[in-house]
C-alpha cells in the first residue's frame, strides 16, 4: 500500500513510520511526504531516504479547501491508499476528508477525547491529571473527534513538564502509530459507528 504522510514539524513519527517500513513491520511503503511549512525537519527526513518530499505553500491558495484540492489531487494521482498525519498543524477541510473518507489516520498526544486541539500535552499538565498518553484516531470534520483506533497511556509525575512528558509519549507514539498503520494495511480494522475493532480479516 502506498501511504502518504503529512507533517508540519520536526517528524519523528515519520521516522518512526519510515524505519517500521524498513523493517517490514508496516507492509507498504512511503510514497510522499507533503508539508504546509517550507522548514519542516520532517521534509528533510524525506529527502534523506529518496522519498518526494513536497512542500505546498498555503499562502498561494485563497482559502482552506482550495489548499486542501491541491493536496487531494496530488494524492489521487499517486494512488495513496493511506494518509497519515503526524504532527499536521493544519484541520483537514470537508474536501479532503471526503476524498479519503475512512482513508485518512491521525496521532494526538492525549487520551481523547480529553485535550483536544493545540498542546494537549501542557494542557494535561495545566490539569494535572495523572495519566495522560496517546490515540492513534480516523479523521472526520471535528478536531481530533474521528474514531479512536488505539490508545496507550503514561503516568503523569510530579516533577513532569511538558517537555518530559511529551517525550514520554512520544516514546510510546513511535511503536502504536507504526502498529495501526499495519493493522488499516492488513484489513484488519473494522468501523462500526465510532467504534473501531480489530478483526482477524
Ligand atoms: C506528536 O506528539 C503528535 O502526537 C502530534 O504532534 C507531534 C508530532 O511530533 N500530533 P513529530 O513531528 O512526529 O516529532
Redesign the pocket.
Known amino acids: 500500500m502506498r501511504l502518504a504522510v503529512l ?10 513510520i519510515i524505519d517500521a517500513v524498513g523493517n517490514g513491520k508496516i507492509k507498504g511503503r512511503v510514497e510522499i511526504v507533503i508539508s504546509d511549512n517550507a522548514d ?3 521534509l528533510e527526513r524525506a529527502g534523506r531516504h529518496d522519498i518526494a518530499a513536497v512542500h505546498i505553500d498555503p499562502r498561494r491558495f485563497s482559502d482552506r479547501e482550495d489548499y486542501d484540492r491541491a493536496i487531494l489531487t496530488l494524492l489521487q494521482g499517486k494512488n495513496i491508499g493511506l494518509v497519515v ?5 493544519r484541520l483537514l477541510s470537508p474536501v479532503l476528508v471526503e476524498g479519503f473518507r475512512g482513508k485518512i489516520m ?5 487520551l481523547l477525547p480529553s485535550f483536544p486541539g493545540l498542546d ?2 501542557q494542557q494535561a499538565i495545566d490539569y494535572g491529571v495523572k495519566v495522560s498518553g ?2 492513534v484516531h480516523f479523521v472526520d470534520e471535528g478536531l481530533d473527534t474521528g474514531p479512536i483506533i488505539l490508545q496507550e497511556a503514561v503516568p503523569v509525575y510530579d516533577h513532569d513538564t511538558a517537555d518530559s512528558l ?1 517525550e514520554r ?2 516514546e510510546v ?2 511503536r502504536l502509530y507504526p502498529r495501526a498503520i499495519q493493522l488499516f494495511i492488513a484489513g484488519k480494522l473494522n468501523l462500526e459507528g465510532r467504534r473501531c475493532f480489530q478483526n482477524e480479516a
Open positions: 507533517a508540519s514539524g520536526y517528524g519523528s513519527n515519520l521516522q518512526a519542516a525537519y520532517a498525519l503526524a504532527g499536521y498543524m491521525n496521532i494526538h498526544p492525549s494537549g500535552v496517546c490515540t511529551q509519549i512520544h507514539e513511535h
